[in-house]
């Protein structure tokens, strides 16, 4: 088998230089920061609900991320730097299962917060030993609570430097979205919410969320009648006001807890069967108004786009980003070789505009990391740009949303590897992880 190893002066030229801008897009083009070699085999180091895999802090930006034998590693590099400070840590995963993701955060004071390898397992949880260190303490309970059963581990920073942990109590088809604070000032977690959206046995929400710049907490999902993908269906709408203590729909009024199947806002009704994929991609523009983006298959047809549901201030809309016209179906239980990845959306506002960037990879563009980029969200007229020449393989978004937030740059978390269907076995050796960095105008 040939090695699809890069060594970083051929990753530099080919994502530096051989980039494609489609429809006269206005682009400069991207440059790529290698780190190091991680584990290939699955997806786990790249999958879409890696809230973070990569995170700043100031002028410090982190990087988690598996090695070859299943370590976890830590790097940390001054931006604008290409030399990493690297530190394998003492924590192993069961990298075999793509579930089994890294999350990582910074907290206000600069201390690394770290929760990894769950696939409703009992909760992984450490932090680094003092504001800037890569070295980790031991593995701690955060409140103690609906702690044995944990899935998708979700950070997401406060303004008061605190921060948010999501994650799923119980299995695919029969869970509850809980969600835990923590103060900076008491260095301790509380749990806001035991069951946010309650499955009550029969269901889960495969969600995701977003803070925006007032502070207000947006939470989209889909959900999942049973382990099968094709029973996802709907999606949905939450957000708080008040840190994640109450929640409301877009209309305002008071949701009563939990959120379930019959009490949930619906921003868009999806059948069961249509090929809508689990977890959502979510963000809020400078006024508040949330937008989410996902793939499913419109009725009338059998081919899935990616789909943009939006609120408008008075009401829900739909708009379709990619014109696709491969069809293909989604079934079966465990994990999926997608032939078009989970998205993930950024938005801004820039002037006068709403602008939107959907970062995607798909088969028909190559497996290549794409974007799909609206100046303004009022026309609604979307341009694909191919960031990278050469194919990804079965990789899926992440960012560094906190350098987003803040200076409005794109910086990816970028990997070579593959994906067998329910975790099959192949032989792809360790990758290249990497930082693509890239601003859109």
Not at 61 to 90: C, E, F, H, M, P
Not at 267 to 272: D, E, F, G, S, Y
Not at 411 to 437: A, G
Request: contains cysteine.
């Amino acid at each position: 088998m040939r090695s699809r190893v890069c060594n970083p002066g051929r990753l530099l030229f080919v994502f530096g230089m051989l980039w494609c801008v489609v429809q006269n897009v206005p682009a400069a083009p991207p440059t790529i920061v290698p780190v190091a070699p991680g584990w290939a085999k699955t997806t786990v180091n790249t999958v879409v609900f890696r809230r973070n895999s990569v995170v700043t802090h100031g002028d410090n930006q982190y990087v988690a991320y598996y090695d070859g034998k299943g370590y976890v590693v830590l790097a940390k590099r001054a931006l604008g730097s290409t030399d990493w400070t690297i530190r394998k840590t003492r924590y192993r995963g069961k990298v075999t299962d793509a579930h089994n993701a890294i999350s990582i955060a910074v907290d206000g004071t600069g201390t690394l917060h770290m929760s990894w390898n769950h696939h409703n397992d009992p909760l992984r949880y450490c932090r680094g030993v003092a504001p800037g260190s890569l070295r980790l303490t031991d593995t701690m309970p955060m409140t103690g609570s609906r702690e044995r059963r944990v899935t998708y581990p979700e950070f997401y920073n406060m303004a008061d430097g605190g921060l948010l942990f999501l994650y799923r109590d119980g299995a695919s088809g029969e869970g509850d979205l809980v969600m835990n604070r923590y103060d900076v000032a008491t260095k301790s977690w509380t749990q806001l919410h035991a069951n946010l959206i309650g499955g009550e046995g029969e269901r889960n929400a495969y969600w995701q969320a977003a803070v925006d710049t007032q502070g207000i907490i947006h939470v989209s999902w889909v959900w999942r009648e049973t382990g099968d993908v094709a029973t996802n269906h709907d999606l949905c709408y939450a957000c708080s006001r008040d840190g994640g203590r109450t929640w409301e729909r877009s209309t305002g009024d008071r949701y009563t807890m939990p959120i379930t199947v019959d009490t949930a806002e619906y921003a868009c009704r999806i059948p069961q069967g249509h090929e809508l994929i689990n977890q959502t991609s979510m963000c809020a523009d400078a006024e508040g108004r949330p937008y989410i983006a996902t793939f499913w298959r419109p009725e009338g047809t059998d081919i899935p786009n990616y789909q943009l549901v939006y609120h408008d201030g008075r009401e829900w809309h739909t708009t379709q980003v990619t014109t696709r016209t491969t069809p293909f179906r989604l079934g079966g239980a465990g994990t999926k070789r997608l032939p078009m990845a989970r998205p993930q959306l950024v938005a801004r506002a820039r002037d006068g505009r709403s602008e939107a960037l959907v970062v995607f990879r798909d088969s028909e563009r190559g497996n290549r990391v794409s974007v799909a980029h609206c100046s303004d969200l009022a026309a609604m007229d979307w341009r694909i740009i191919d960031l990278t020449k050469e194919s990804v393989g079965m990789w899926e978004p992440t960012l560094d949303m906190a350098l987003w937030q803040r200076d409005h740059v794109l910086h990816l978390f970028v990997q070579y590897n593959e994906q067998r269907e329910q975790n099959k076995r192949n032989d792809t050796p360790p990758q290249m992880v990497s930082i693509l960095e890239w601003k859109s105008r």
